[in-house]
T-cell receptor
Framework: AQRVTQPEKLLSVFKGAPVELKCNYS??????LFWYVQYSRQRLQLLLR??SRESIKGFTADLNKGETSFHLKKPFAQEEDSAMYYC??????????FGSGTKLNVKP | EAQVTQNPRYLITVTGKKLTVTCSQN?????MSWYRQDPGLGLRQIYY???????DKGDVPEGYKVSRKEKRNFPLILESPSPNQTSLYFC????????????FGPGTRLTVT
């Protein structure tokens, strides 16, 4: 069965510190993985997807098939990065499985 | 403005009273989905639709119905709501040509007493 695990419910870091939000998945097929973010009082929105291999707002994520991971990283956290982050796995056309989310709190 | 809208935004109802939550998108997206969000569980997909008259179950379809008679609308129907359906519900739409990036609605907070 497909699964997405985000082991940290809450991650607190100081401004300027590196941040890594963990995501592990379980899927027997070829995965398509995404990171979504929800800022306070805003809608859930796409941050990045593994296929495009892009950096958005300084965040990157690399798909590691050997470790079945898709961790989200940023070298220097900013206060405006404080938000709820969800890792998501797409499988079978338009079926999505979301992780339980990690709340990132960047302290000044 | 390109967006997904949901109505109502807040709803308190009683067990067994049928209700419908509407979802509409103006982006001509072929895919639409419904999710529920519960504390500690993240978002769980209820139903999705690949196009008009094509729907399929997600992970938690029990107690819900959907229909897709028009491309822009994807209502969620609770025929006989129960307290365990108290949750925050999100509708989303996406386009294959945009890599299935999902555009989410603002959410509907439903309380069933």
């Amino acid at each position: 069965a497909q699964r997405v695990t985000q082991p940290e419910k809450l991650l607190s870091v100081f401004k300027g510190a590196p941040v890594e939000l963990k995501c592990n998945y379980s899927y027997s097929g070829s995965p398509e993985l995404f990171w979504y973010v929800q800022y306070s009082r805003q809608r859930l929105q796409l941050l990045l997807r593994h296929i495009s291999r892009e950096s958005i707002k300084g965040f990157t994520a690399d798909l590691n098939k050997g470790e079945t991971s898709f961790h989200l990283k940023k070298p220097f956290a900013q206060e405006e990065d404080s938000a709820m982050y969800y890792c998501a796995l797409k499988y079978n056309f338009n079926k999505f499985y979301f992780g339980s989310g990690t709340k990132l709190n960047v302290k000044p | 403005e390109a967006q997904v809208t949901q109505n109502p935004r807040y709803l308190i109802t009683v067990t067994g009273k049928k209700l419908t939550v509407t979802c509409s998108q103006n982006m001509n997206h072929e895919y639409m989905s419904w999710y529920r969000q519960d504390p500690g569980l993240g978002l769980r997909q209820i139903y999705y639709s690949m196009n008009v008259e094509v729907t399929d179950k997600g992970d938690v379809p029990e107690g819900y119905k959907v229909s897709r008679k028009e491309k822009r609308n994807f209502p969620l129907i609770l025929e006989s709501p129960s307290p365990n359906q108290t949750s925050l519900y999100f509708c989303a739409s996406s386009l294959r040509d945009r890599g299935y990036e999902q555009y989410f609605g603002p959410g509907t907070r439903l309380t069933v007493t």
